[in-house]
């Protein structure tokens, strides 16, 4: 592929990488020619781009001009460049911009130190962030960078699950991301509230949603029939669910932009209206509890714990997963210090526990048989050659060589069970890559194995 950088076509560019990636073998790497600018390397490593290779150091040196993480500047006109590369410590900046050499050796160590930027990025789980902060260095790499939302359905095919630590509120574009575009999906796909009269939307306001707001909402439901949801920049969110990231894991400042407040406005009413709430009552204040029991008149006792699991259940597996993992005799396992809830238990039998990082499920193998007699194939499955199958009954990881099918609707980082050709459940793990990624590789994990399951003992013969 030939970069559109110099004349800063980088939407284009945005477009034809993409087309390129639906195309090509995700196992291969993607050498992305031409590129040799520092500004666009993030964005492009973020659309699987893995080599770059250009002389535009050379080039740009050559008319005296110096590469930055942020834009190019002419080293004629530059009085104190700040950059830490030897050779702007070794040599003053009038030195610099009388030698070609000099300055095709910064530009080459710029080069180098914005990929190993981006290296570090990767590791972190931040490089959406990078991406984000970088094309605000530029006009046309923020119009490449809005570009992206318009193919968010392919992008968050390959974005994990939850990431670590918390995600950052970079600009309006941020609300945009293929990761929080799945958590809408899902929330309308999987996600059903409670019956109720109406639906209660509160601001957007500290975090966590559930715990800042427990006086004002045990209050209402006392006297009113409602349903809560937060109406967050990031879109609606069911109080339930506000400890799944990033909703509570995440930095977003006080004051938001018009544009922020317009699409958090439209993804709110997008939910509304397809969960079928037909109106909305926005509580400004202890003057509004009369006006909202007039709407509603009634009560709701909720059980917060037992609230929280079915609706995380059903977000995380798909909607009927609830009523599978807990059909019997539930009991819970909480936490002293938190009084939250930390394992479930049906029957007796250990099927769920929660993970203070993400506010996911960690699936049990009894959690697992449960799902595999619920939803039919290929849902929350990997299917593994049966060469393998021994191996994984006793814990060991699942490699994509040995991968024949699976979920088309597995996320890395998603739980899920790995059965063999016959449907028989051998373990339970958590994916590193999606269906594609798995049947594309040959070698790597496809999923963390957390628990093997032996073979059911066969009948006795007579």
């Given at each position: ?375 039919d194939p290929p849902a929350l499955r990997i299917v593994v050659d049966p060469d393998a199958v021994p191996f994984v009954r006793e814990g060991r990881n699942v490699f994509a060589k040995f991968v024949r099918d699976a979920d088309p609707e597995l996320r890395p980082g998603d739980e899920a069970l790995v059965v063999t050709r016959d449907d028989d459940l051998c373990a339970v793990g958590q994916t590193t890559m999606n ?22 003992p066969s009948s006795p013969r007579r």
């Amino acid at each position: 592929m030939r970069s559109k950088e110099a004349s800063y076509r980088f939407r284009d560019l945005v477009r034809v990488i993409i087309a390129s990636k639906k195309g090509l073998d995700p196992s291969k790497p993607v050498h992305l020619f031409g590129a040799g600018h520092p500004l666009v390397f993030p964005l492009a490593i973020l659309l699987g781009c893995d080599l770059f290779d250009s002389a535009s150091y050379a080039k740009y040196a050559r008319d005296g001009r110096m590469l930055f993480p942020d834009g190019t500047r002419r080293a004629s006109e530059v009085r104190e460049s700040g950059c830490l590369c030897p050779v702007c410590t070794a040599h003053g900046i009038g030195e610099m911009a009388q030698s070609e050499a000099l300055l095709a050796e910064h530009n080459l160590h710029v080069c180098f130190g914005a990929i190993r930027e981006a290296r570090r990025a990767i590791a972190a789980g931040d490089l959406w962030e990078l991406a984000e902060r970088r094309a605000r260095s530029h006009p046309a790499l923020l119009d490449a960078l809005r570009e992206l939302r318009r193919h968010n359905d392919f992008l968050e095919a390959f974005e994990p699950t939850s990431r670590r630590g918390a995600l950052y509120y970079v600009g309006t574009e941020t609300a945009h991301r293929p990761i929080l575009h799945r958590f809408r999906r899902r929330l309308a796909e999987r996600y059903a509230g409670p019956s109720a009269k109406g639906l209660l939307v509160l601001p957007e306001g500290p975090r966590p949603f559930a715990e800042r707001n427990a006086r004002l909402v045990a209050r209402v439901l006392e006297h009113a029939d409602v349903h809560v949801v937060v109406k967050s920049v990031w879109g609606p969110v069911p109080l339930e669910l506000d400890h799944v990231w990033p909703m509570s894991q995440c930095v977003v400042p006080e004051s938001l932009e018009v544009e922020a407040l317009e699409a958090a406005e439209v993804f709110f009413r997008e939910w509304a209206a397809g969960a079928g709430y037909p109106f909305g009552m926005l509580w400004e204040g202890d003057e509004t509890l009369e006006a909202i029991v007039a709407r509603a008149p009634g009560a709701r006792a909720v059980d917060w714990n037992a609230f929280r699991v079915r609706a995380t259940a059903d977000f995380q597996f798909g909607r009927g997963a609830a009523d599978a993992l807990l059909a019997g005799t539930v009991s819970y396992v909480v936490s002293k210090n938190t009084g939250k809830v930390r394992n479930v238990l049906v029957d007796g039998d250990h099927v769920l526990s929660l993970r203070a990082e993400d506010g996911l499920f960690t699936l049990k193998a009894a959690g697992a048989l449960r799902l595999r007699k619920a939803f039919d194939p290929p849902a929350l499955r990997i299917v593994v050659d049966p060469d393998a199958v021994p191996f994984v009954r006793e814990g060991r990881n699942v490699f994509a060589k040995f991968v024949r099918d699976a979920d088309p609707e597995l996320r890395p980082g998603d739980e899920a069970l790995v059965v063999t050709r016959d449907d028989d459940l051998c373990a339970v793990g958590q994916t590193t890559m999606n269906r594609q990624e798995m049947l594309a590789f040959k070698r790597g994990v496809a999923a963390r194995v957390r628990e093997g399951v032996p073979p059911a003992p066969s009948s006795p013969r007579r």
